[in-house]
């Protein structure tokens, strides 16, 4: 007898467990200063803590994407539920850097376990316009979440509630998502092929996959380079770090949840190179703005950003869609990678701009307003290239259809 697929159920429950995501990376943003201050850490150590949360996305990313279809989604999850828990325990008893750099890494892993489970899971849900629709409504919930996020950690820091007391509040959505999930049936493998871990590896050596897979690494890290630091890089510019963090996503958010027609009518290259636009325009607003206007520069780089991740993710799933769900956990895990790596060089920018600035004189806000639109200003490197690269993406791809395209 053939169950039936709760679809509805299966796509909540995945969106509970990206705000989880979405928490634990806002909340750490949020306490960040506080956990500086508490264990005595350097921003370039605070940027090792960060890229633990980076590293240990892609390991069970690729790791997921490898045995999806022989472990199954619904035990990927129960990894996820089990490593996120490990992961909110060990930070509340960090004694100092270690603890946090490992509590960290088990965060980071179930957050990849996440992604690897639903991103496929989704994929073999629906499909053509449907699965582009879903899959930004999906991934509207990572930036949703952080506006949440953000908002509360800001709310808890005004009002004098210590970190501790911050990270319990990500154990909400964890257990939310897991009872959700309990017992519901999960669907089969919809793309012919794409369960062959061969045809799988055989159709990522395609050039549009290699193609996207360089792009991936330069679309994560002009998105989550400039968020991850708001708190710190922007506390001196006059704007609260995450107030514009919540801005941010907030707009992502809503940017997302229509991005059926925005794709429909731009195509996904389209708005690739135009999100990479706006994305440069943003940073380099940011690197000059004080005051109110860094909440204008928000809204820009939000716009470029926003369609990133789901639209990278949506390409393969149609462009490449024998890549199957080892493809697009592969891509999603390069993107972590790649943030994980530039999370410390971005610090160590901070620290040395910090040096260089004292030296020229500076103290204070100013000292720190000038260290950060320095660093932000060598962020505007990503997206830069970006421009470049989806104007050849773009071009390539004119009269190419999608290898997917009819609905289920």
């Given at each position: 007898?053939?169950?039936?697929?709760?679809?509805?159920?299966?796509?909540?429950?995945?969106?509970?467990?990206?705000?989880?995501?979405?928490?634990?990376?806002?909340?750490?943003?949020?306490?960040?200063?506080?956990?500086?201050?508490?264990?005595?850490?350097?921003?370039?150590?605070?940027?090792?803590?960060?890229?633990?949360?980076?590293?240990?996305?892609?390991?069970?990313?690729?790791?997921?994407?490898?045995?999806?279809?022989?472990?199954?989604?619904?035990?990927?999850?129960?990894?996820?539920?089990?490593?996120?828990?490990?992961?909110?325990?060990?930070?509340?008893?960090?004694?100092?850097?270690?603890?946090?750099?490992?509590?960290?890494?088990?965060?980071?892993?179930?957050?990849?376990?996440?992604?690897?489970?639903?991103?496929?899971?989704?994929?073999?849900?629906?499909?053509?316009?449907?699965?582009?629709?879903?899959?930004?409504?999906?991934?509207?919930?990572?930036?949703?979440?952080?506006?949440?996020?953000?908002?509360?950690?800001?709310?808890?820091?005004?009002?004098?509630?210590?970190?501790?007391?911050?990270?319990?509040?990500?154990?909400?959505?964890?257990?939310?998502?897991?009872?959700?999930?309990?017992?519901?049936?999960?669907?089969?493998?919809?793309?012919?092929?794409?369960?062959?871990?061969?045809?799988?590896?055989?159709?990522?050596?395609?050039?549009?996959?290699?193609?996207?897979?360089?792009?991936?690494?330069?679309?994560?890290?002009?998105?989550?380079?400039?968020?991850?630091?708001?708190?710190?890089?922007?506390?001196?510019?006059?704007?609260?770090?995450?107030?514009?963090?919540?801005?941010?996503?907030?707009?992502?958010?809503?940017?997302?949840?229509?991005?059926?027609?925005?794709?429909?009518?731009?195509?996904?290259?389209?708005?690739?190179?135009?999100?990479?636009?706006?994305?440069?325009?943003?940073?380099?607003?940011?690197?000059?703005?004080?005051?109110?206007?860094?909440?204008?520069?928000?809204?820009?780089?939000?716009?470029?950003?926003?369609?990133?991740?789901?639209?990278?993710?949506?390409?393969?799933?149609?462009?490449?869609?024998?890549?199957?769900?080892?493809?697009?956990?592969?891509?999603?895990?390069?993107?972590?990678?790649?943030?994980?790596?530039?999370?410390?060089?971005?610090?160590?920018?901070?620290?040395?701009?910090?040096?260089?600035?004292?030296?020229?004189?500076?103290?204070?806000?100013a000292l720190e307003l000038a260290a950060g639109q320095e660093t932000l200003q060598k962020m505007l490197?990503?997206?830069?290239?970006?421009?470049?690269?989806?104007?050849?993406?773009?071009?390539?791809?004119?009269?190419?259809?999608?290898?997917?395209?009819?609905?289920?």
């Amino acid at each position: 007898m053939t169950q039936t697929i709760n679809k509805g159920a299966l796509f909540n429950a995945s969106c509970l467990a990206l705000i989880t995501t979405a928490f634990t990376f806002a909340i750490r943003a949020g306490i960040l200063p506080q956990l500086g201050e508490e264990f005595g850490l350097s921003a370039e150590q605070l940027g090792f803590i960060n890229s633990m949360w980076f590293l240990g996305f892609p390991i069970s990313m690729i790791l997921g994407g490898l045995f999806y279809h022989t472990v199954g989604p619904k035990n990927i999850m129960t990894i996820a539920f089990i490593t996120h828990t490990l992961g909110i325990l060990l930070t509340l008893y960090a004694g100092g850097y270690t603890t946090l750099l490992i509590s960290t890494l088990f965060i980071g892993f179930g957050n990849g376990c996440t992604e690897a489970a639903c991103n496929p899971m989704i994929a073999d849900m629906y499909s053509g316009t449907t699965l582009n629709k879903m899959l930004n409504r999906f991934h509207m919930w990572f930036p949703g979440g952080i506006v949440l996020g953000s908002l509360i950690s800001k709310f808890m820091t005004d009002f004098g509630m210590g970190w501790e007391a911050q990270i319990w509040v990500m154990m909400i959505p964890t257990v939310a998502y897991a009872v959700l999930f309990f017992g519901k049936t999960f669907p089969k493998p919809a793309v012919e092929g794409s369960t062959s871990i061969a045809s799988n590896l055989k159709a990522m050596v395609s050039p549009v996959y290699l193609f996207l897979f360089v792009c991936m690494a330069f679309t994560a890290i002009s998105e989550f380079g400039p968020q991850q630091w708001a708190n710190i890089v922007l506390s001196s510019t006059g704007a609260s770090g995450m107030l514009i963090l919540a801005l941010t996503t907030g707009v992502m958010a809503v940017g997302r949840f229509f991005a059926g027609p925005v794709v429909g009518k731009l195509g996904q290259t389209g708005v690739l190179l135009g999100g990479a636009i706006f994305a440069t325009v943003g940073i380099y607003m940011f690197s000059v703005v004080t005051g109110p206007m860094a909440y204008v520069a928000a809204v820009v780089f939000a716009i470029g950003v926003c369609y990133f991740w789901p639209v990278m993710i949506g390409s393969v799933a149609q462009r490449v869609p024998l890549s199957g769900a080892l493809g697009m956990s592969i891509l999603g895990g390069l993107g972590m990678f790649s943030t994980a790596i530039f999370q410390p060089i971005i610090g160590s920018w901070i620290d040395s701009s910090r040096i260089s600035q004292a030296a020229a004189g500076l103290t204070g806000d100013a000292l720190e307003l000038a260290a950060g639109q320095e660093t932000l200003q060598k962020m505007l490197l990503f997206p830069g290239l970006l421009i470049v690269l989806f104007i050849i993406f773009f071009i390539w791809q004119k009269n190419s259809k999608p290898a997917v395209s009819a609905a289920h």
